[in-house]
């Protein structure tokens, strides 16, 4: 019996990690506005997001597979990170301008910070710093992630002007990084 149970858990394992229907592209390009219509069924309130282009058309904001297929994840949260990018159901980084996703390496919740700079960087502050929060440094070039804090460090508050100079405050005491 318990191999039975261990042979159904790896099937099913295998088979999440092989689903064919994971999110690739968003129709976002030439969107001019993006914006939520809410509706309420059986109680219980749901909304679809649109898009309106520069002709005025409105358009569902659907996700599409690799094949072009429209995926069955729906869209439940759409957040701008910068005038090039938007954050896509707390997971995803969408860029405008061809549509394509890319996969964060966890999810961005709506209580997380975003700050960019001029430098084209994005910086992440993930969670509440004073209990074990982190900032991240996402390049949006290449969407690659870089933890900037050591083990330990625990500022109280975080702050990034526009050149990417990351200014933090630990235990009443400010220090600056230049992260150049």
């Keep these: 019996m318990k191999k039975f149970l261990l042979f159904f858990l790896t099937i099913a394992i295998v088979g999440c990690n092989k689903s064919k229907d994971v999110p690739y592209r968003i129709n ?3 969107a001019d506005v993006v914006y939520k219509k809410n509706f309420v069924t059986r109680g219980a309130s749901n909304g679809e997001y649109y ?3 520069k002709n005025g058309n409105e358009t569902q904001l659907l996700l599409y597979t690799e094949n072009g297929e429209v995926s069955t994840t729906s869209i439940y949260s759409i957040r701008k990170a910068t005038t090039t990018t938007l954050i896509i ?3 995803y980084f969408a860029d405008i301008s061809n549509g394509i996703l890319y996969e964060s ?3 961005i919740s709506s209580d997380d910070y975003l700050f960019h700079a001029d430098n084209g ?3 992440h502050l993930k969670g509440s710093l004073s209990s074990g929060g982190h900032i991240y440094e996402i390049n ?5 992630y870089r933890d900037l804090l050591p083990d330990g460090q625990e500022p109280l508050y975080c702050a990034v002007d526009k050149d990417g100079l990351c200014m933090l405050q630990e235990k009443m005491v400010s220090m600056m990084l ?3």
Excluded: M, R, V
């Design 28 to 30: 976002i390009t030439n």
């Design 51 to 53: 898009k309106i282009d």
């Design 89 to 91: 159901n707390g997971c």
């Design 105 to 107: 390496p966890f999810e």
């Design 121 to 123: 960087l994005l910086y």
């Design 140 to 144: 949006l070039n290449n969407y690659t």
């Design 178 to 180: 230049d992260l150049d």
